[in-house]
């Protein structure tokens, strides 16, 4: 949980290449203010009060149903980020009773800002100081496609504030994926059996919706960081922003798609939901029950049996949470310690993105054929139509970033082109592809990222 640093500039090139050792010695770690940690503390904050709102002018209008509903879904992903942070932070082998009491009244993300803003403080008022405690660290940088090793010192300080932004990139995921994506979902069902929207549920829903699109971009920075640590990634703006409007985009119109597939068929929906649902949960489980592996037991040193299958049993779910809406960008390995396989696998990918949009454009069909005009007061067939273009083009940025704006994309042993050129070769008879082109592998062997 906490092995990703920060570290300062890139190191000067042309002194580099003077220098003859393994290992270079690179400047100590600048901290920068935390911003992350107020942004995800001001969602959390905004999408409780906004939900408790709505829980409140719900049960003064009498609506039980869609109260109770607003409020399951805002206290399970609540728990849960709070189990999160404590578990990040090892809170129950120390003696913290303030900040265990703020978990237990749901306020732990605020008294773990205001200890990040303390910590930061602290390091502003030191700038210059070098304190007693130091650990050395070791990453890989790609520069002028050649890998150089760089170590450097961390503080005690500034790997406390490295924790806690971990610890709120991993409460971001939580928040968005069990919490905000079912909320959002929600409340989009109501407005449009309602075919009313009050300003309380509005600011619900924009504050879910900005959530879901800061999560699902924190999760593929975070996949990248996963599967490659050994190296120092820096993503650039070009990169954010690129997978902000893939991430935006596949989501929204998986959500809209499911909401109005569910507003179609009502109670009918629920089996195929939820049978989906499943699917992806219980996925890993059989995968590693097939492999006749063992359950790892040193995920957490200080964790029993038990412990660890509630661990396994929680990333599981989250991982469901977030294939049901987006992809994960990793695949969940419960026989590994890191419990995730790194490498980049492009028919993971390929399935995933595949069953999907088939399994959208069925949905789609049957909000179309079968939907009741009095929902919506627009055409259907360009509803659905727009919502397919649109999920089209999420997979269209999505090919963009892993073909040019990855940032280790130069380490892939087949980029997306040489995928999707090696199916394409498989589809032809075999004697066309012997007499008429060399092999596919060979080409990818070849090909330059």
Known sequence: MDRVYEIPEEPNVDSISSLEEDVIRGANPRFTFPFGILFSTFLYCGEAASALYMVRIYRKNSETYWMTYTLSFFMFSSIMVQLTLIFVHRDLAKDKPLSLFMHLILLGPVIRCLEAMIKYLTLWKKEGQEEPYVSLTRKKMLINGEEVLIEWEVGHSIRTLAMHRNAYKRMSQIQAFLGSVPQLTYQLYVTLIS???????????????????????????????????????????????????????EITSRLVILVLFSATLKL??????????????????????????????????????????????????????????????????????????????????????????????????????????????????????????????????????????????????????????????????????????????????????
Not at 228 to 233: P, R, T
Request: one cysteine or more; glycine letters at 6%.
């Open 195 to 249: 075919a009313e929207v009050p300003l309380g549920r509005a600011v619900l829903m924009v504050f879910s919706l900005i959530s879901v699109t800061y999560g699902a971009t924190l999760c593929n920075m975070l996949a990248i960081q996963i599967k490659y640590d050994e190296y120092k990634i820096r993503l650039g703006p070009l990169e954010v922003l690129c997978i902000t409007i893939w991430r935006t985009l």
């Open 268 to 449: 009918k929906a629920v089996p195929f939901l939820l049978l989906n649902f499943l699917i992806i949960l219980f996925e890993p489980w059989v995968k590693f029950w097939r492999s006749g592996a063992q359950m790892p037991n040193n995920i957490e040193k200080n964790f029993s049996r038990v412990g660890t299958l509630v661990v396994l049993i929680s990333i599981t779910v989250l991982y469901a949470g977030i294939n049901f809406s987006c992809w994960s960008a990793l695949q969940l390995k419960l026989a590994d310690r890191d419990l995730v396989d790194k490498g980049q696998n492009w028919g993971h990918m390929g399935l995933h993105y595949s069953v999907r949009l088939v399994e959208n454009v069925i949905m789609v069909l049957v909000f179309k054929f079968f939907g009741v005009k009095v929902l919506l007061n627009y055409c259907h067939s360009l509803i659905a139509l727009q919502l397919i273009i649109a999920y089209l083009i999420s997979i269209g940025f999505m090919l963009l970033f892993f073909q040019y704006l990855h940032p280790l994309r130069t380490l892939f042993t087949h980029n997306v082109v040489d995928y999707l050129h090696c199916v394409c070769c498989h589809r032809h008879p075999l004697g066309r592809v012997e007499n008429s082109e060399p092999s596919c592998d060979a080409e990818a062997r070849q090909s330059i990222v």
